[in-house]
């Protein structure tokens, strides 16, 4: 089965939510599988309409030698380093290589797949 990672969460509505959620007798995993079906069948709407979708992305990487970096990548350049095959990232710093690991590589590939926003 796949796996997904939640990233940058909102320390403070993590807590909420998760309290929310015990407090109603749910596990994480219950809840949001019981959410993904009511949402995905229509029978919940949200309270706010969908944020704008980036069209650039920005990934921190972290090399083996402890360098902090960020690499700036469009969906064209993140396609193209997909199908190279690449499995590491050179650090802009010292050049060493940085392991991406098979979840980043799909989640990468999920936003490649993602439709760009209406240009307005
Ligand atoms: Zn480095």
């Not at 940058?8 to 993590?14: K, N, S, Y």
């Not at 650090?91 to 797949?113: N, Y």
Request: charged share 20%.
């Amino acid at each position: 089965m796949a796996q997904y990672i939640l990233r940058d969460l909102d320390d403070t509505l993590w807590t909420r939510f998760r309290r929310r959620a015990g407090l109603d007798g749910w596990h994480l995993q219950g809840i949001f599988r019981q959410f993904m079906e009511d949402y995905a069948a229509g029978r919940i709407t949200l309270s706010a309409g969908a944020p704008p979708r980036p069209t650039m992305g920005t990934w921190y990487l972290t090399c083996p030698n402890g360098d902090q970096t960020t690499r700036g990548f469009t969906k064209a350049s993140a396609k193209a380093w997909l199908e190279s095959g690449e499995t590491t990232m050179p650090c802009e710093k010292c050049g060493a290589a940085v392991p991406i690991s098979p979840a980043d590589r799909a989640t990468l590939e999920s936003w490649t797949t993602t439709p760009d926003p209406p240009t307005r």
